[in-house]
């Protein structure tokens, strides 16, 4: 059989996002929301459109997420008050402790299937999958995010 690096990686990435996704809805939310919440947490406040940009997503579709994540408490919008048009977009303390339950989960999900690997290999192949992500494109989140599947968290 003829080597396909990509087609085992597309296998193993199903696999995965598979697990990735048990562990963030573990948490009782959608992996989009968690990438939001993973962005804001990582940058900070931000605007809104700028965050769109971030996540590659409609900006409607995130007014959508934002909106179910204030009414959960996880995150927080108010207007810039050097720009009354611009919204600022917060991460709320909860959302923060949130953030860290899931990467906890996530850690739990990537050791068991990395288990096989020796710390140098696991090293070699985040760099090759940074390698890969940064020279291959990146597609838009928008699809993925409506059909709730893995997306780059």
């Given amino acids: 059989m003829?080597?396909?690096?990509?087609?085992?990686?597309?296998?193993?990435?199903?696999?995965?996002?598979m697990r990735v996704q048990e562990a963030v809805r573990a948490h009782?939310?959608?992996?989009?929301?968690a990438h939001?919440?993973?962005?804001?947490?990582?940058?900070?406040?931000?605007?809104?459109?700028?965050l769109a940009q971030t996540l590659g997503v409609d900006p409607s579709m995130l007014v959508a997420m934002l909106n179910d994540l204030e009414d959960a408490g996880l995150a927080e919008r108010r207007r810039d008050p050097a720009d009354r048009r611009?919204?600022?977009?917060?991460?709320?303390?909860?959302g923060t402790r949130l953030v860290t339950d899931i990467y906890d989960g996530i850690a739990s999900a990537e050791a068991e299937l990395f288990s096989a690997l020796d710390?140098?290999?696991?090293?070699?192949?985040?760099k090759m999958l940074i390698?890969?992500?940064?020279?291959?494109?990146?597609?838009?989140?928008?699809?993925?995010d409506?059909?709730?599947?893995?997306?780059s968290l």
């Fill in 2 to 17: 003829e080597k396909r690096p990509g087609l085992a990686l597309a296998f193993a990435g199903q696999i995965a996002g």
């Fill in 28 to 33: 009782g939310i959608k992996n989009n929301q």
């Fill in 36 to 50: 939001v919440l993973m962005v804001l947490a990582d940058q900070g406040a931000t605007g809104q459109q700028a």
């Fill in 86 to 94: 611009r919204h600022i977009v917060e991460i709320s303390p909860r």
């Fill in 119 to 126: 710390a140098d290999e696991l090293d070699v192949l985040h």
């Fill in 131 to 144: 390698r890969i992500r940064t020279t291959g494109g990146e597609p838009s989140c928008d699809a993925a």
């Fill in 146 to 151: 409506t059909a709730d599947t893995p997306d």
